[in-house]
RNA sequence: UGGGUUAUGGUGUAACGGCAGCACUACAGAUUUUGAUUCUGUCUGUCUAGGUUCGAAUCCUAGUAACCCAACCA
C-alpha cells in the first residue's frame, strides 16, 4: 500500500542520500523556540521529522532553541514536550541551544581569529542605516576592519559584562554589498543582561538565531535540517558558517508551512488572541494550538492522519478545515461510543403509557459490534430535540409533526397526536402515543418510519453543560484580509448550553472516553468538568444533509 | 530599481517526454432504527504567449502572478 503512494521531495531526497551512502542512516530534529505552546502546523513538521526517522531507520532530536532568554519560559518547554508526546511521538535526545553556549562562544572565537568577526560598536540604528536595502548595497561600519586582537579582547569584555545591552554586538564579516541581505556583515552575538530559563545569569551575550542553529544541527550531527520557507534565504549563512568552522555539514531544506481556513497560525497573533482575551487560553478549543484540539477532543490519530494527507511541498497553501474534520470523524466514527443527549428540549408526553413504569431498553454502544450494548431507561414522559418537532411540516419532513409517526431510537414508534402552546406561541409539549407491537429489536408492527430521532426519559435523564465551538474567524483567511485580522473574528464561535439533559450512563463519563452524541456530533468531557457539574465540549458536529436541505429552501 | 521561492479543478497533492490520477469539498442517487456511516455516480484543472518534439503539465524562450528577504526575534 504504501509502495503506490509517491514520495514527497525531501523523501526522495532522503533516499537518494542513503543509497549513495552519504549517510547510514539520518538524524532529524525537531526544534522549537520555547516562546509559546505548539499548533497544528508544528505538527505538520513533528510528523515530518519524526516521520522521516521512523521510516528510514533514524532518529529524530527534541531541541530547544532557546537563545533569546526574555521570550522563553519552562512553562512553555513542557507544554511542548507534553505536546509531542501527546501526538505519539518520542524523541533521542532532549537538547537545548543553550547547552551549546560554550561551543558557541569558542566558535565566535575562532571565526574573530581568522578575521572573519568584528565587534561593532554602532547602535543597532546605524547599523540598520549601513545594511542598505534590498534593492541598494551597504556600506562598511567604521568598526569593521578592528584587528583580531582588539576584537578578541572586547568580545571577551562583552562576555565578561562590562558593556550594557546594546552597546556593542559581534557580527560576521561577509560582505555588505551581498544580495542576500543576510549576508550583510551579520549580528552573531548581543548582550543581554537577562536571566536565561536554564543557564540563569551564567552568560549576558547570546548568540542570534542563525549563529546557534545550524551550529547545533551540525554538533548532533544532522543530516537533514528541515525548516520552513521563510528560512530559505538563511541557508547561504547556514553553510557559510559551517565552512568557515570546518564542522559536519548538516544540510537544511525547506518546506511550505501549513495554512488552515479560518484560523491564524502564527504565534504572535496566536498571542495577542489570549492575551487580549479573545478566548480563555492557549488551550481554549477554539485555538489551533495542539493543547487546543486535544481539550476538543481531537484524537492524535486524526491529526497524524491529516498531516500524512496534506503532503510536503513548497507551495504555499491553505489547506481546508473539512479535510481536518473529515481525518477526525473518520477516526471518532468508528471509536467514539454512542449516546443519547438533548440540548435543547422539549417535552413528549406518551399518553398511552402506563404512568410509573420504567423500561430498560438495549442500545448498540457502537457501528462494531465489539463495543457492546448499555441499557437506557424509558418512561412515558421524555425530552426530545425541540427542532424535531415542526407544527407545519416542511417539505421532505420525515421527523415529528402533527399525526406523523417517528422511530424513538432504539425504542418505539410513536405518532403525535397534538401539541400544547405556551402564550408565546412556542410549542412546549407534544403528546404521542406509542405502538407497543414496535419495539426496537421485536417489531412486529409492520410500520415503517422514515425518522429516527433521539431522546432521554425526562425521570432518569442527568444535566450536563454542553459548549458549542464553531470556527474562530468568519473569514477563509484572517491574515490576507484587509485591517487588523481579529476584526474578523466570528463572535458567535461559543454557544453554552447550561442545562442539556443526558442519559445516565454519561454520567460515568471520564476525560478520555470520546462519545458520539447521536444526530448531534462528537463530544468530551471539558477538563473544567466536576462530578457535580458535567461539561461537555462538541468536539465536531455530524455532516448535515438536512441543514443543507434547509438552506436550499 | 535587487535577490530568492513557487505556479496542476473550489482545496491539497501526484505525474520524472507517452491515457492528467488520488483525496477533501460540492452535487446526484442507493442503503440506513443516527437526514450519520457505508456504497455508486457527476461536475470542475496543467498561469499566459511562443517554440522544440511523432508526442509537452514536464524541455527551451519571453512574460505574468503570489510569497519571502532591509529585528541586537526564531
Redesign the pocket.
Known amino acids: 500500500m504504501s509502495e503506490e503512494k509517491?514520495?514527497?521531495?525531501i523523501e526522495?531526497i532522503v533516499e537518494q542520500d542513503l543509497q549513495s551512502g552519504k549517510y547510514k542512516s539520518i538524524i532529524t530534529r525537531f526544534p522549537p523556540?520555547p516562546n509559546g505552546y505548539l499548533h497544528i502546523g508544528h505538527s505538520k513538521s513533528i510528523c515530518l521529522n519524526f516521520g522521516l526517522a521512523a521510516k528510514y531507520g533514524g532518529s529524530t532530536n527534541l531541541r530547544f532553541?532557546d537563545?533569546?532568554p526574555v521570550?522563553e519560559d519552562t512553562e512553555y518547554v513542557e507544554s511542548i514536550k507534553a505536546d509531542i508526546r501527546w501526538l505519539g511521538f518520542d524523541w533521542s535526545n532532549e537538547l537545548y541551544a543553550s547547552d551549546y553556549f560554550d561551543q558557541l562562544y569558542a566558535f565566535a572565537v575562532s571565526l574573530i581569529q581568522q578575521g572573519l568577526a568584528y565587534v561593532d560598536d554602532?547602535?543597532?540604528e546605524e547599523?540598520?542605516q549601513l545594511?542598505g536595502?534590498?534593492?541598494e548595497p551597504g556600506k562598511n561600519s567604521a568598526y569593521r576592519d578592528r584587528s583580531m586582537t582588539e576584537n578578541l579582547q572586547l568580545f571577551e569584555e562583552m562576555k565578561s559584562g562590562k558593556y550594557k545591552?546594546?552597546e556593542k554586538?559581534l557580527r560576521a564579516k561577509i560582505d555588505m554589498a551581498h544580495?542576500?541581505?543576510?549576508m550583510r556583515d551579520p549580528?552573531i552575538y548581543?548582550?543581554k543582561h537577562a536571566h536565561h530559563h536554564r543557564t540563569g545569569d551564567k552568560w549576558c551575550i547570546?548568540p542570534?538565531?542563525d549563529f546557534a542553529h545550524g551550529q547545533s544541527d551540525s554538533i548532533e550531527k544532522i543530516t537533514h535540517s528541515i525548516c520552513t520557507?521563510?528560512?530559505?534565504?538563511?541557508r547561504e549563512l547556514y553553510d557559510w558558517f559551517i565552512e568557515k568552522l570546518s564542522i559536519f555539514p548538516s544540510h537544511q531544506y525547506e518546506f511550505?508551512r501549513l495554512n488552515m481556513t479560518y484560523t491564524v497560525m502564527s504565534k504572535r497573533k496566536l498571542l495577542q488572541l489570549v492575551n487580549e482575551g479573545h478566548v480563555t487560553g492557549w488551550d481554549d478549543p477554539r485555538m489551533p494550538t495542539i493543547s487546543g484540539f486535544r481539550r476538543k477532543g481531537y484524537t492524535p490519530a486524526s491529526i497524524r492522519t491529516f498531516c500524512d494527507?496534506?503532503?510536503v511541498?513548497?507551495?504555499?497553501?491553505?489547506?481546508?478545515l473539512?479535510?481536518l474534520e473529515?481525518c477526525l470523524?473518520?477516526d471518532l466514527?468508528h471509536t467514539a461510543k454512542?449516546a443519547m443527549a438533548v440540548l435543547d428540549p422539549l417535552k413528549m408526553v406518551i399518553t398511552n403509557y402506563e404512568t410509573g413504569k420504567t423500561e430498560e431498553l438495549t442500545s448498540e454502544n457502537g457501528?462494531d459490534a465489539s463495543m457492546g450494548t448499555r441499557t437506557i431507561p424509558f418512561s412515558k414522559e421524555l425530552w426530545i430535540e425541540q427542532e424535531d418537532f415542526m407544527e407545519v411540516p416542511a417539505k421532505?419532513?420525515?421527523?415529528l409533526a402533527p399525526g406523523a409517526m417517528v422511530?424513538l431510537?432504539?425504542a418505539y414508534i410513536v405518532q403525535c397526536d397534538h401539541f400544547i402552546k405556551n402564550e408565546q406561541g412556542q410549542v412546549v409539549e407534544v403528546h404521542c402515543t406509542y405502538i407497543p407491537e414496535s419495539?426496537?429489536?421485536s417489531?412486529t408492527s409492520g410500520i415503517n418510519v422514515k425518522?429516527?430521532i433521539h431522546w432521554v426519559s425526562a425521570a432518569h435523564a442527568t444535566t450536563a453543560e454542553i459548549r458549542l465551538y464553531d470556527r474562530l474567524f468568519r473569514v477563509e483567511n484572517p491574515s490576507s484580509e484587509e485591517g487588523d485580522f481579529k476584526e474578523y473574528i466570528n463572535p458567535d464561535s461559543l454557544q453554552i448550553i447550561s442545562k442539556a439533559y443526558i442519559e445516565p450512563s454519561l454520567s460515568q463519563a471520564t476525560l478520555e472516553d470520546r462519545f458520539?452524541f447521536?444526530?448531534k456530533g462528537y463530544f468530551c468531557l471539558d477538563t473544567d468538568s466536576t462530578k457535580n457539574h458535567l461539561i461537555f465540549n462538541r468536539t465536531v458536529t455530524?455532516?448535515?444533509?438536512?441543514s443543507?436541505?434547509v438552506k436550499k429552501g
Open positions: 509517491s514520495l514527497h521531495f526522495e523556540e532553541d537563545t533569546n521570550t554602532s547602535t543597532s547599523i540598520a545594511k536595502t534590498p534593492t545591552d546594546g554586538v544580495t542576500n541581505m543576510l549580528i548581543r548582550i547570546y542570534m538565531y520557507l521563510e528560512f530559505i534565504p538563511h511550505a494527507k496534506i503532503g511541498a513548497k507551495r504555499e497553501n491553505l489547506i481546508d473539512s479535510l473529515f470523524r473518520e466514527n454512542r457501528p421532505k419532513w420525515f421527523r422511530r431510537k432504539s419495539k426496537s429489536g417489531d425518522g429516527t458520539q447521536l444526530r455530524l455532516k448535515d444533509a438536512w443543507k436541505e
